[in-house]
Nanobody, 121 residues
Framework: QVRLVESGGGLVQPGGSLRLSCAAS????????MRWYRQAPGKERELVASIESASGSTSYADSVKGRFTISSDNAKNMVYLLMNSLKPEDTAVYYC??????????????WGQGTQVTVSS
């Protein structure tokens, strides 16, 4: 059974930091691209950061570059999102996502239940 379980969300003041964690199970973690998405009220879900589990290669949305860092621990099947210098506009539900596309073009995608991050004074 595939599971992605996020934790670490909460209320933080502007300029503060949070670290989100995602515990993955039920699939071959090292074969997937792990991603963090977020969705603010009334807005579409957006990709925040991604990491290729096999290579460690990362990418970020322009809005979070230099402030957020994605990392993973393949031995523990964990992915993290360290968020620094948080802004009110970072307020959203953050979702962990696992994605894989095979050589034949078949895709596999899994989602966590989300964790709320609120940045407010």
């Amino acid at each position: 059974q595939v599971r992605l379980v996020e934790s670490g969300g909460g209320l933080v003041q502007p300029g503060g930091s949070l670290r989100l964690s995602c515990a993955a199970s039920g699939f071959t973690f090292s074969s997937y691209v792990m991603r963090w998405y977020r969705q603010a009220p009334g807005k579409e879900r957006e990709l925040v950061a991604s990491i290729e589990s096999a290579s460690g290669s990362t990418s970020y949305a322009d809005s979070v570059k230099g402030r957020f860092t994605i990392s993973s621990d393949n031995a523990k099947n964990m992915v993290y999102l360290l968020m620094n210098s948080l802004k009110p506009e970072d307020t959203a539900v953050y979702y962990c996502n696992a994605f894989r596309r095979t050589g034949w073009g078949r895709t596999y995608e899994y989602w966590g239940q989300g964790t709320q991050v609120t940045v407010s004074s």
